[in-house]
């Protein structure tokens, strides 16, 4: 489990993954992964590099990146590995991509996926080429912005996940963003004027945690490693196994006592 590497994958060769036996080894990334993103040859030759590294790469997808199911030459195949569909291109058969929403088993627990998110610079990305506003021919034009029109989900898919949800018990909630009631507004950067960005997947997400029962929460996005509230985990580069994570909030809830270097959310107790 790791997440936003944003096509830095250093960490693979740094001595991290010691010990791990490419062959019997799959990593979580949970967005903005760095594969989907210039939609060029640099995408390929980073994919390339990782698939040859023989770790199986599951993805969900970021704001920072295409929709695999737009990438030329992607398929859409059910994995017996996670017990559900994936994206993948034949090429690049160790890197997969989680779908935006579904419920996956992966090494023995019930998890629950949700991609997408809303990107605070878009209209910085877009300023940057001139665009302003939704009529220029070139709003949708990711490959020279960088900015993905469809980067949070729909009101059609957020409803069709609520449905697939509702009721449902899962050991791990695995998403690119979080609720908006848990999101790291400490963090938030003084610059973005926080009445422009769209709440929307945020708001939505908030619902839809007291939906289903879940144990374990975990996003990116916001680029830190910390424990939010009890059971709900940002993660940025910190590397670890879903056994360690499972295990870890199993002590909490029987000793009250957190492991001592993880460091706390200011609204960790609230």
């Known amino acids: ?17 010691d010990g791990y036996d490419p062959k019997d080894t799959a990593i979580i990334i949970l967005g903005d992964v760095g594969f989907n993103f210039y939609l060029n040859k640099t995408d390929e030759r980073k994919k390339k590099e990782v698939n040859e590294r023989g770790y199986t790469i599951y993805c969900v997808r970021g704001n920072h990146e295409a929709r695999p199911q737009d990438i030329l030459g992607m398929l859409e195949v059910f994995d017996p590995e996670v017990n559900g569909y994936v994206y993948l291109q ?4 160790h890197i997969r991509y989680f779908k935006d929403y579904g419920i996956y088993n992966i090494d023995g627990y019930t998890v629950g996926v949700i991609g997408g998110a809303y990107s605070v610079d878009k209209w910085y990305r877009l300023g940057c080429f001139g665009i302003e506003d939704k009529l220029d021919p070139d709003y949708t034009n ?8 469809n980067e949070q989900l729909s009101s059609k898919e957020m409803e069709d996940a609520s449905r697939l949800f509702s009721g449902k018990k899962l050991d791990f909630i695995m998403s690119h963003t979080c609720p908006y009631s848990w999101r790291p507004v400490d963090m938030f950067l003084p610059l973005v004027d926080q009445s422009t960005v769209d709440n929307s997947m945020e708001l939505w997400l908030d619902e839809l945690k007291d939906q289903c029962e879940w144990n374990i929460w975990l996003f990116g996005h916001y680029h830190a490693d910390r424990a939010e509230r009890p059971h709900v985990e940002m993660y940025y580069h910190d590397i670890e196994e879903l056994e360690v994570i499972y295990d870890r909030w199993r002590r909490y809830d029987a000793t009250g006592k957190l492991d001592w270097w993880i460091i706390k959310s200011p609204n960790f107790d609230n």
Do not use: I, Q, R
């Not at 034949?90 to 058969?93: A, G, K, R």
């Not at 990711?142 to 029109?149: L, M, Q, S």
């Open 90 to 93: 034949s090429e690049y058969p």
């Open 142 to 149: 990711a490959k020279k912005t960088g900015w993905f029109y």
């Open 1 to 17: 489990m790791v997440s936003d590497t944003h096509g830095n994958f250093n960490w693979m060769c740094n001595g991290c993954l």
